[in-house]
C-alpha cells in the first residue's frame, strides 16, 4: 500500500482523533517546518469540534517555524484527513527541515478565512 509522510502540527498529534480517523494510534518523528508561522483560525459553525484551531500560514521568511510530528499514513487515507481538515485548509506538499517531503494543511494562500 502506497504511503505519505504527514506533518502536523496541531489536532492530528492527539491519539484519540488519529483513532477516530484512522481506527489506529500513528507513530511519528517530531520535525520542524520553515518558512510558515502559526496562527488562529475560527472555524465555520459547521466545525462542532472546537470553536478555534490552529493554522499555519505561508510566509517565505526561513526564520519562520512550526514544531510538529510527521507520521506516514496510507495514501488511501488522505481523503479522511481532507474531510477532518475541511475548506478553511488547503493540503500542499512541503520539505521538512530534516528533508524529508510531507504534506502539511494550510491556509489558503488565495482564501479568506
Not at 487515507?77 to 474531510?83: A, C, R, S
Request: glycine letters at 8%.
Amino acid at each position: 500500500m502506497e504511503t505519505v509522510q504527514l506533518f502536523s502540527y496541531g489536532t492530528l498529534q492527539n491519539g484519540t482523533i488519529q483513532q477516530s480517523l484512522f481506527k489506529r494510534r500513528l507513530d511519528g518523528t517530531t520535525e520542524v517546518l520553515s518558512g510558515y508561522i502559526l496562527a488562529n483560525i475560527s472555524l465555520p459553525e459547521n466545525h462542532p469540534q472546537a470553536k478555534t484551531y490552529f493554522i499555519a500560514i505561508y510566509t517565505g521568511n526561513k526564520n519562520d517555524t512550526i514544531e510538529g510530528v510527521c507520521y506516514k499514513i496510507n495514501i488511501s487515507e488522505l481523503p479522511q484527513v481532507d474531510n477532518y481538515e475541511g475548506p478553511a485548509y488547503e493540503r500542499v506538499q512541503v520539505i521538512l527541515e530534516s528533508g524529508k517531503k510531507a504534506l502539511v494543511y494550510r491556509k489558503p494562500i488565495n482564501k479568506k478565512y
